[in-house]
T-cell receptor, first 112, second 114 residues
């Protein structure tokens, strides 16, 4: 059973701080990794994807991937109250004809 | 460029009725995925389809649930004889190729069984 694990939180950070969200996955052959943001009552929205080991930056967001440790993270710099949402980690198991597997998500709360 | 379109946005059914959920993928996308999300829970994969083909239905309950993606028209998720436990948000996502690229979600259909 391929699994994606996330700490459910809530993760609480003050406005302006760095929020660090973590995700581990069980399938060592996984190649594609995605972070989605979901506001309460809304649909998931793609934030970033990463395929290679290392860091990938996009504005205030940085995705980090360590395939040896089967670990992927999302850093949010200068956190804003509008970043308060549930962040979903998704993994493609690298098999033809498979869909993304999602973690249960981490709830982030940014206080002003 | 319209995104993934799902309808209806909200659907109320009495126990024992049928529910039909529709999903039109983004233009140029031929891969469709259905997920179910219960309150306070994550997205659970149900089924992955391409035009006229079911690629993976390992997440679909064995009874009452079916899905199709015909050559013409939207993908349909059909739930027969609904029960209260079917109440959930059902999300559809689409991608241009299978699996290894990002998928984009529709706004979801919130099914309430009374």
């Amino acid at each position: 059973q391929k699994e994606v694990e996330q700490n459910s939180g809530p993760l609480s950070v003050p406005e302006g701080a760095i929020a660090s969200l973590n995700c581990t996955y069980s399938d060592r052959g996984s190649q594609s990794f995605f972070w989605y943001r979901q506001y309460s009552g809304k649909s998931p929205e793609l934030i970033m994807f990463i395929y290679s080991n290392g860091d990938k930056e996009d504005g205030r967001f940085t995705a980090q991937l360590n395939k040896a440790s089967q670990y992927v993270s999302l850093l949010i710099r200068d956190s804003q109250p509008s970043d308060s949402a549930t962040y979903l980690c998704a993994v493609n198991p690298n098999q033809a004809g498979t869909a993304l597997i999602f973690g249960k998500g981490t709830t982030l709360s940014v206080s002003s | 460029n319209a995104g993934v379109m799902q309808n209806p946005r909200h659907l109320v059914r009495r126990r024992g009725q049928e529910a039909r959920l529709r999903c039109s993928p983004m233009k140029g996308h031929s891969h469709v995925y259905w997920y179910r999300q219960l309150p306070e829970e994550g997205l659970k994969f149900m089924v992955y389809l391409q035009k006229e083909n079911i690629i993976d239905e390992s997440g679909m309950p064995k009874e009452r649930f079916s899905a199709e993606f015909p050559k013409e028209g939207p993908s349909i998720l059909r739930i027969q004889q609904v029960v209260r436990g079917d109440s959930a948000a059902y999300f559809c996502a689409s991608s241009p190729v299978g699996g290894e690229t990002e998928a984009f979600f529709g706004q979801g259909t919130r099914l309430t069984v009374v």
